[in-house]
């Protein structure tokens, strides 16, 4: 069975700068898809990044990047530039391609804080 | 574009009472619809994958007798809590899929409380 780690159950930034957020998963399934979604404190699942296992290149969405390695089963998220509305959760989630009931299976989560 | 709505927001019930919650896609016909509780502080769990005009599949650990899910069409989904328990109080999350897609679409959540 698929599982997805996120180790990390809270973290803070300053306003402006960097943060990484990890993600490790256990699968073994060569073809996947990878999600990061932001629920902020209104609850409302909003997907941030999505990185399809076949492709080499990380994803890329204007201040958010991934860092996915697939030998390692690693797909980590980097917040450029933190912004005050970048607080929320952050859960990793995982999707095993071509399955019929496209499921998704998510870490525990991280709780990030943007410093002001 | 895509979507998904909840009714109700909030809703506050008394023991032993059901209570059904509404997801609808609101500009994309979903073939499936996903229902998710959420504990504070947690993750979404996944409780059931429904698919329009059959039965709904339940994770293990999941009472199907109590959670009844109802997929009549392909923009609404209803989950309804039977005999409620102060226990099941919680965050009830729906999502939804397109037909050509492998995303989902959240709604935006509710929260049940059973007092």
């Known amino acids: 069975a698929q599982t997805v780690t996120q180790s990390q159950p809270e973290m803070s930034v300053q306003e402006a700068e960097t943060v990484t957020l990890s993600c490790t998963y256990d699968?073994?399934?060569?073809?996947?898809?990878l999600f990061w979604y932001k629920q902020p404190p209104s609850r409302q699942m909003i997907l941030v990044i999505r990185q399809e296992a076949y492709k080499q290149q990380n994803a890329t969405e204007n201040r958010f990047s991934v860092n996915f390695q697939k030998a390692a089963k690693s797909f980590s998220l980097k917040i450029s530039d933190s912004q005050l509305g970048d607080t929320a959760m952050y859960f990793c989630a995982f999707m095993k391609h071509n399955e019929g009931t496209y499921k998704y299976i998510f870490g525990t989560g991280t709780r990030l804080k943007v410093l002001a | 574009g895509a979507v998904v709505s909840q009714h109700p927001s909030r809703v506050i019930c008394k023991s032993g009472t059901s209570v059904k919650i509404e997801c609808r896609s609101l500009?994309?016909?979903?073939?499936?619809m996903f229902w998710y509780r959420q504990f504070p502080k947690q993750s979404l769990m996944l409780m059931a994958t429904?698919?329009?005009?059959?039965?709904?599949?339940?994770e293990q650990g999941v009472e199907k007798d109590k959670f009844l899910i109802n997929h009549a069409s392909l923009t609404l989904s209803t989950l309804t809590v039977t005999s409620a328990h102060p226990e099941d109080s919680s965050f009830y999350i729906c999502s939804a899929r397109l037909a050509s897609s492998y995303e989902q679409y959240f709604g935006p959540g509710t929260r049940l409380t059973v007092t």
């Open positions: 699968t073994s399934e060569n073809n996947y898809y």
């Open positions: 429904s698919n329009e005009g059959s039965k709904a599949t339940y």
């Open positions: 500009d994309f016909q979903a073939t499936t």
